[in-house]
């Protein structure tokens, strides 16, 4: 396992969304996007994760996000780049492309749809430790990858892969949160996955979130994360239910779908477009979506 320094990848990194125009990649808007995240006090950003619709775009589209990222930040804030795929080459491309842009880590997710075993997903990490040498985060996410890891996987990742420091842990188990804080101490890097209990793995010990509700209020995300993490909790649960509804408005349809159509009516971006199989909200949802953002003041 990696050591990293104290302050490094800790905070909040929103999982940018990718805005399309007319099919394609809108690049532009994109830039845009991440200098308002940095305006705006997010201590990191995430290029391609699952709020970015990874598996709508090619391996050229991605790598080109994560370019258009960099420049945008110029320095000033961490680019994490998510290069899992359910290829390993493509995982290694992308990776390695991740390193030679000047990504500061990369997130993998674990190879869905395969269901492959613990000890193929050892040796799927160890790969992809060997082909970059970047800091590795798992991203653990079994509603969508179809597999799970526990914290006895979790070790004998982190002592197959050198350039391991955790992972975006996106499920609701917080004894995992417990026990890989338990097993590797206060230098793992462990990232909240699911937005509704940012606050409370944060209190657990997790070193930040990765909350797609950042693209739409990216100054409350990052000061919930800097409460929490400097013990504030008496600000953090202020924040925490402040949030609570936009934090639950992700999981009312299929991730980024209600937030796109958020940003969309904020002004963000220029349509709530997706590439198939995406779709926007159909009109029951919609409304619902409508009567949140006035409630929320977001215009």
């Keep these: 396992m990696l050591r ?10 929103t999982p940018l969304v990718t805005p399309f125009r007319n099919g394609d990649v809108d690049e532009d808007t994109y830039a845009r996007l991440t ?27 991605r790598c080109r996000l994560l370019e258009v990222a960099l420049e945008a930040a110029g320095g000033r804030v961490p680019v994490m780049a998510a290069t899992g795929s359910q290829s390993l080459a493509e995982t290694l ?11 500061a880590a990369v997130l993998v997710v674990t190879p869905y749809y395969l269901k492959p075993p613990a000890r193929g997903m050892v040796e799927y990490f160890r790969a992809v430790g060997q ?24 070790e004998q990742i982190a002592e197959a892969v050198p350039t391991f420091v955790g992972c975006k842990h996106a499920a609701p188990d917080l ?25 409370p793995m944060l209190a657990l010990g997790a070193s930040g979130v990765v909350n797609a509700v950042g ?27 402040d949030l609570l509804e936009l934090n639950r408005a992700v999981f009312w349809d299929t991730n980024p779908i209600p937030m796109k159509y958020l940003m969309a009516r904020m002004g963000l971006l220029p349509s709530g477009e997706h590439r198939l199989p995406m779709v926007p909200p159909d009109p029951p949802l ?12 977001l215009g």
């Design 4 to 13: 990293l320094d104290p302050g490094f990848l800790r905070g909040s990194y």
């Design 35 to 61: 200098e308002r995240q940095i305006a705006s006090g997010s201590h990191g950003v995430v290029v391609a994760g699952t709020t970015g619709e990874p598996s709508t775009l090619t391996v050229g589209e």
């Design 93 to 103: 491309e992308l990776s390695r492309h991740a390193e030679s842009a000047g990504a």
């Design 131 to 154: 082909a970059c040498t970047l800091p590795l985060l798992v991203y653990h996410i079994p509603g969508r990858a179809a597999v799970s890891l526990d914290a006895a996987t979790f």
């Design 175 to 199: 004894g995992l949160v417990s026990d890989l804080i338990a097993r590797f101490g206060e230098d793992v890097r462990l990232f909240v996955g699911l937005e509704e209990l940012s606050l």
């Design 215 to 241: 693209n739409l209020v990216p100054d409350k995300v990052a000061a919930l994360t800097s409460a929490a993490l400097t013990g504030d909790l008496g600000t953090a649960r202020k924040l925490h239910y």
């Design 286 to 297: 919609a409304a619902r979506l409508d009567a949140l953002f006035e409630r929320s003041g």
